[in-house]
T-cell receptor, first 111, second 114 residues
Framework: GQSLEQPSEVTAVEGAIVQINCTYQ??????LSWYQQHDGGAPTFLSY????GLEETGRFSSFLSRSDSYGYLLLQELQMKDSASYFC????????????FGSGTRLQVQP | ETGVTQSPTHLIKTRGQQVTLRCSSQSGHNTVSWYQQALGQGPQFIFQYYREEENGRGNFPPRFSGLQFPNYSSELNVNALELDDSALYLC?????????????FGPGTRLTVL
């Protein structure tokens, strides 16, 4: 089957750096995605890693190690608006372009 | 470019009833997936449609069914509603030939079953 593990909650202060880890088990790995979801909102795409290494997009970076079945999302220069839930996801076992999501990490940014 | 839209925004039904939720895909996207998101959980894959055919299904019973139309809009139908069907229902579209697993989500329909 497929499963993803990520911490349920993380708290940090404005301006800090926070790392959200994700470990996964999947049959047939294509890539690891990250989505952000504010309360009451829709998930929005943040990043995608298919190969090992670090991908940087502005204040957000994502890392993947395929050999360790592990990835993380790094958020720098935290802002209050970054308070949201963050989900890692892998392609669903059906192999189609649908996703299996982790349970999400709720990030609370404090002043 | 219009994003993914869903209707209605909120819906209240009673146990045993049937419900139809609607989704309009983002322009140029021919694949649509439906997800169920319970409170405090990640979205769970229900099924996916591509060119009006079901293209994959998650672990949901047959009373969850769907349709995709020639204009790529889509419906999710749920029969014999149960209390546990109360959730946020999200549809997501993805473009033809995408090189990533990027999905573009609509705002969702909040379904409450009493």
């Amino acid at each position: 089957g497929q499963s993803l593990e990520q911490p349920s909650e993380v708290t940090a202060v404005e301006g800090a750096i926070v790392q959200i880890n994700c470990t996964y088990q999947t049959s047939g790995f294509y890539g690891l995605s990250w989505y952000q979801q504010h309360d009451g909102g829709a998930p929005t795409f943040l990043s995608y890693n298919a190969l090992d290494g670090l991908e940087e997009t502005g204040r957000f970076s994502s890392f993947l190690s395929r050999s360790d079945s592990y990835g993380y999302l790094l958020l720098q220069e935290l802002q209050m608006k970054d308070s949201a839930s963050y989900f890692c996801a892998v392609r669903d076992r059906t192999g189609r372009r649908a996703l299996t999501f982790g349970s999400g990490t709720r990030l609370q940014v404090q002043p | 470019e219009t994003g993914v839209t869903q209707s209605p925004t909120h819906l209240i039904k009673t146990r045993g009833q049937q419900v139809t939720l609607r989704c309009s895909s983002q322009s140029g996207h021919n694949t649509v997936s439906w997800y169920q998101q319970a409170l405090g959980q990640g979205p769970q894959f229900i099924f996916q449609y591509y060119r009006e055919e079901e293209n994959g299904r998650g672990n949901f019973p047959p009373r969850f069914s769907g349709l995709q139309f020639p204009n790529y809009s889509s419906e999710l139908n749920v029969n014999a509603l149960e209390l546990d069907d109360s959730a946020l229902y999200l549809c997501a579209s993805s473009p033809q030939g995408a090189s990533t697993d990027t999905q573009y989500f609509g705002p969702g329909t909040r379904l409450t079953v009493l």
